[in-house]
């Protein structure tokens, strides 16, 4: 079975096709080549970028159950909206259409990228141009490169949160400990503040209870009775009958005004 890319490489075809992922005559070659495993060309120029969204009708590789690539056509509905969609709809034969997550979707690279039946590879494995692989070193490489690919992506998510699939276990299981002994410190900060909360509260009632007249429970004292220093609203000091304090019976020998503010 021949490439995908394998099509006229004269100069006016090349220049009708360039900067297009995939020219019509491709498409047109792919009616026939749904389902199929693909060419050993088209394999080694085929990328897994698990952030990429899929265009209604690109042409991708998918895996088989037995891990074989094959060809693919994306297909798109209006209503829906693979940008934000964590899944795609790919046609792998001509009657049977399955749904993909876009980090299994194999995306094939761009005609530019291709340069004298080698493979230049630009956002695989961020080689500079002048750098391409013969096809065959390809080949034995991309599994490995593939790997890397969703890797580096994953990472890029990681790296938010300051962690990486390289960190080993060890340096993830104490830092882990650490995060682990700083939340039990805060849950203890966090009770001790409670309890002086709840005292300050307590001590704030009983300041306002001690305020109020004991012998009406509703007016503020006001007055202080001498020599025992208890203390009563005017109020009631006025209707005194006798002249003791009503707490301790002490004899009155006058009162005091004053205010609380």
């Given at each position: ?11 006016h ?7 297009e ?7 047109e ?12 060309v088209?394999?080694?120029s ?7 969204a ?41 009657s049977?259409?399955r ?11 761009s ?48 790296a ?43 001590d ?11 012998v ?30 009503p ?15």
């Amino acid at each position: 079975m021949g490439s995908l890319f394998s099509i006229d490489t004269s100069p006016h075809r090349l220049d009708a096709s360039r900067g297009e992922q995939l020219p019509v005559l491709i498409e047109e070659r792919l009616r026939e080549l749904l389902g199929e495993p693909l060419s050993d060309v088209d394999r080694a120029s085929v990328q897994l970028v698990p952030l990429r969204a899929c265009l209604p009708g690109e042409i991708v590789a998918v895996e088989d159950s037995h891990g074989v690539l094959r060809y693919g056509q994306v297909k798109h509905d209006e209503e829906e909206d693979l940008s934000s969609s964590g899944e795609a709809k790919v046609q792998v034969t001509k009657s049977c259409i399955r749904w993909y997550a876009v980090s299994e979707i194999f995306y094939f690279q761009s005609l530019g990228a291709r340069k004298d039946g080698q493979v230049v590879d630009v956002a695989w494995t961020g080689r500079r141009p002048s750098q391409s692989t013969k096809h065959e070193e390809l080949l034995a490489e991309e599994g490995g490169s593939s790997t890397v690919g969703v890797i580096a992506e994953v990472n890029a998510l990681l790296a938010r949160l300051n962690v990486s699939l390289s960190t080993s276990y060890e340096e993830l299981m104490a830092e882990m400990l650490r995060l682990q002994h700083r939340a039990t410190l805060a849950e203890e900060d966090r009770r001790a503040a409670l309890k002086q909360v709840e005292q300050a509260l307590r001590d704030k009632r009983d300041a306002e209870m001690a305020l109020v007249c004991v012998v009406c429970l509703v007016n503020s004292v006001d007055k202080v009775l001498i020599p025992c220093g208890h203390s009563y609203c005017s109020t009631c000091v006025k209707r005194l009958h006798r002249h003791s304090c009503p707490v301790c019976r002490r004899e009155i020998t006058d009162s005091a005004a004053f205010r609380i503010s």
